[in-house]
């Protein structure tokens, strides 16, 4: 018996290193976009009629919001934009009629897993144009104040949740003696948290998502059209599951009846399905098995953290049977090794790369839980031992030190829930200034990833109006990979305007280079490196 419990635990200490590190393929998880019309960067000779944003994966619209700022940054128009009936990962929105000038806008749509996604990116329309990089900027780092509120609601309810549904099976399976004052009062109390937390998520949800402040969210039509979206139908479900539970936890008593057993594993696995099915999973392909996975690895967690929890909480009970602990700790170990093959094929599903885990905060998080777990893992390997050698009397003090670094896990997986774990499509511009020989060339690039991009080239003059430049060309290599300089097709789109449809085989750093002609009798050389992402 003691050589395959220490089995199991190497197997799964191994295995939760091994799901970080173990490359994947890309997937669906939070919504990125891959095209739009305007076209970022772009130059129009007339005002657009409507904003068309295509994106990577279906996008919900209930809550979405397209806004036109001017060059100043002040808003002029506001929009709620519609799904293409054809095509859900297209959305569009009629605006009001532009003058000349730089436009930004700056869009929020809904992922298909809930979270919402913004991003930013301008156009001009006439000759005219100005410099609204620190707009793009402030939108594209702006997070709405409502995020940090909701990845506190959702450690609540992770926390009471998990607490519930691990406590309810160490009641059943692992106690032979009625449960304690102490042990039915923390069941009630995870009971309460999680139902509570998840009433304020149905009420918070809209003012997350569209992006408003927190005093809305006694907002009736916002809360009504939670109510149309999959998160809200998933978070009514778990509170009507939870008010039905508690009728379960009133006749606790009877836990050992066949019925009873029945109606409370049911009713826990439905909960921890309404998670999964607003998470990560709901996002991902194939949809069917991220869903199922996401289930097990949860209810896993479960019977391990959730069940520590009551055990620290009610230490004065649990500890003194040595019964309880060793259906603990045996269920605790098959625990880990479910929880780290799951989180393996999770990990295959969710990230592109051992690449990208370092480079995105969702893989810098990830690796500070996965640290933690192992720490977990030691410290419930060392408890093992302990209580196979001394009994469970000596667990006191390893009980609380290993529920309040599990405790940690749990407010790190809040946050991970939110942030997309694979890189985003971006349509963000690359912008450059370059002086030389009293002319200014603003050069943009967009996007700067791997495929089909847009350069586009405006001419002024440092010390006052020059009349058209004689011609401009252009040309880029990658010296990384030994691609020498190949032309650049420029198309004239505007006085002293150029733009170009270029192609980046590779990411890494291009070298561009322009060669313009303000008379007949000079030429001057513009030069920059565009560093080129996947």
Same mark, same amino acid.
């Given at each position: 018996?003691?050589?395959?419990?220490?089995?199991?635990?190497?197997?799964?200490?191994?295995?939760?290193?091994?799901?970080?590190?173990?490359?994947?393929?890309?997937?669906?998880?939070?919504?990125?976009?891959?095209?739009?019309?305007?076209?970022?960067?772009?130059?129009?000779?007339?005002?657009?009629?409507?904003?068309?944003?295509?994106?990577?994966?279906?996008?919900?619209?209930?809550?979405?919001?397209?806004?036109?700022?001017?060059?100043?940054?002040?808003?002029?128009?506001?929009?709620?934009?519609?799904?293409?009936?054809?095509?859900?990962?297209?959305?569009?929105?009629?605006?009001?009629?532009?003058?000349?000038?730089?436009?930004?806008?700056?869009?929020?749509?809904?992922?298909?897993?809930?979270?919402?996604?913004?991003?930013?990116?301008?156009?001009?329309?006439?000759?005219?144009?100005?410099?609204?990089?620190?707009?793009?900027?402030?939108?594209?780092?702006?997070?709405?104040?409502?995020?940090?509120?909701?990845?506190?609601?959702?450690?609540?309810?992770?926390?009471?949740?998990?607490?519930?549904?691990?406590?309810?099976?160490?009641?059943?399976?692992?106690?032979?003696?009625?449960?304690?004052?102490?042990?039915?009062?923390?069941?009630?109390?995870?009971?309460?948290?999680?139902?509570?937390?998840?009433?304020?998520?149905?009420?918070?949800?809209?003012?997350?998502?569209?992006?408003?402040?927190?005093?809305?969210?006694?907002?009736?039509?916002?809360?009504?059209?939670?109510?149309?979206?999959?998160?809200?139908?998933?978070?009514?479900?778990?509170?009507?599951?939870?008010?039905?539970?508690?009728?379960?936890?009133?006749?606790?008593?009877?836990?050992?009846?066949?019925?009873?057993?029945?109606?409370?594993?049911?009713?826990?696995?439905?909960?921890?399905?309404?998670?999964?099915?607003?998470?990560?999973?709901?996002?991902?392909?194939?949809?069917?098995?991220?869903?199922?996975?996401?289930? !097990?690895? *949860?209810?896993? $967690?479960?019977?391990? @953290? #959730? /069940? %520590?929890?009551?055990? &620290?909480?009610?230490?004065?009970?649990?500890?003194?049977?040595?019964?309880?602990?060793?259906?603990?700790?045996?269920?605790?170990?098959?625990?880990?090794?479910?929880?780290?093959?799951?989180?393996?094929?999770?990990?295959?599903?969710?990230?592109?790369?051992?690449?990208?885990?370092?480079?995105?905060?969702?893989?810098?998080?990830?690796?500070?839980? !996965?640290? *933690?777990?192992? $720490?977990?893992?030691? @410290? #419930? /390997? %060392?408890?093992?031992? &302990?209580?196979?050698?001394?009994?469970?009397?000596?667990?006191?003090?390893?009980?609380?030190v290993e529920a309040l670094v599990a405790l940690i896990v749990v407010g790190i997986t809040?946050?991970?829930?939110?942030?997309?774990?694979?890189?985003?499509?971006?349509?963000?511009?690359?912008?450059?200034?370059?002086?030389?020989?009293?002319?200014?060339?603003?050069?943009?690039?967009?996007?700067?990833?791997?495929?089909?991009?847009?350069?586009?080239?405006?001419?002024?003059?440092?010390?006052?109006?020059?009349?058209?430049?004689?011609?401009?060309?252009?040309?880029?290599?990658?010296?990384?990979?030994?691609?020498?300089?190949?032309?650049?097709?420029?198309?004239?789109?505007?006085?002293?305007?150029?733009?170009?449809?270029?192609?980046?085989?590779?990411?890494?750093?291009?070298?561009?280079?322009?060669?313009?002609?303000?008379?007949?009798?000079?030429?001057?050389?513009?030069?920059?490196?565009?560093?080129?992402?996947?």
């Open positions: 018996m003691n050589w395959r419990a220490r089995g199991t635990w190497l197997i799964a200490l191994f295995a939760v290193c091994f799901s970080v590190f173990i490359p994947a393929g890309s997937a669906s998880a939070h919504a990125g976009l891959e095209g739009s019309d305007p076209k970022p960067s772009s130059w129009l000779a007339t005002s657009p009629t409507e904003v068309v944003l295509h994106f990577d994966e279906t996008v919900g619209v209930v809550f979405a919001r397209i806004k036109i700022l001017d060059q100043d940054g002040k808003e002029v128009f506001e929009a709620r934009p519609t799904r293409d009936a054809n095509d859900h990962t297209t959305v569009r929105a009629n605006i009001d009629k532009l003058g000349d000038g730089t436009w930004v806008v700056v869009w929020r749509v809904a992922s298909a897993d809930s979270h919402p996604v913004q991003g930013s990116f301008a156009f001009s329309v006439g000759t005219s144009s100005s410099d609204v990089t620190s707009i793009l900027n402030s939108n594209e780092s702006h997070k709405h104040g409502l995020n940090n509120l909701f990845n506190i609601i959702r450690f609540v309810m992770f926390a009471g949740v998990l607490a519930l549904i691990g406590g309810i099976a160490l009641v059943m399976f692992g106690a032979k003696k009625p449960p304690s004052i102490r042990t039915r009062m923390s069941l009630w109390g995870a009971w309460t948290f999680a139902i509570v937390a998840s009433i304020e998520a149905l009420f918070a949800y809209g003012p997350h998502a569209s992006g408003v402040k927190v005093y809305n969210v006694t907002d009736l039509s916002l809360l009504g059209d939670t109510m149309t979206t999959l998160f809200g139908q998933a978070t009514l479900l778990r509170i009507s599951l939870l008010l039905g539970f508690s009728m379960l936890l009133m006749t606790i008593d009877k836990r050992d009846k066949r019925a009873w057993r029945i109606c409370a594993v049911g009713a826990l696995v439905a909960v921890a399905a309404t998670f999964s099915a607003v998470g990560h999973p709901s996002g991902q392909s194939p949809v069917a098995l991220s869903f199922s996975l996401d289930v !097990v690895h *949860l209810l896993a $967690v479960s019977l391990w @953290i #959730g /069940a %520590l929890f009551l055990i &620290t909480i009610d230490r004065k009970f649990w500890l003194r049977s040595t019964q309880s602990m060793l259906w603990f700790s045996r269920t605790a170990g098959y625990s880990v090794a479910v929880i780290a093959v799951t989180g393996v094929v999770q990990s295959l599903l969710l990230m592109g790369g051992i690449r990208n885990v370092f480079a995105l905060e969702f893989g810098q998080k990830l690796v500070i839980k !996965v640290g *933690l777990v192992l $720490v977990l893992v030691a @410290i #419930g /390997a %060392l408890s093992r031992s &302990t209580l196979r050698k001394s009994g469970p009397a000596k667990l006191h003090q390893s009980v609380v809040a946050v991970l829930v939110a942030l997309p774990p694979r890189v985003q499509s971006s349509n963000a511009p690359v912008v450059f200034s370059l002086k030389q020989s009293g002319l200014i060339a603003d050069i943009t690039v967009t996007p700067a990833r791997v495929g089909a991009a847009e350069i586009h080239l405006s001419m002024g003059s440092l010390v006052g109006s020059f009349a058209q430049i004689t011609s401009v060309s252009a040309r880029m290599a990658l010296p990384s990979q030994n691609i020498p300089n190949g032309p650049i097709e420029l198309e004239r789109t505007g006085p002293n305007h150029y733009t170009a449809i270029v192609n980046f085989a590779f990411s890494g750093t291009w070298h561009i280079e322009f060669l313009v002609k303000p008379d007949p009798s000079r030429t001057v050389l513009f030069t920059t490196d565009v560093k080129v992402g996947e």
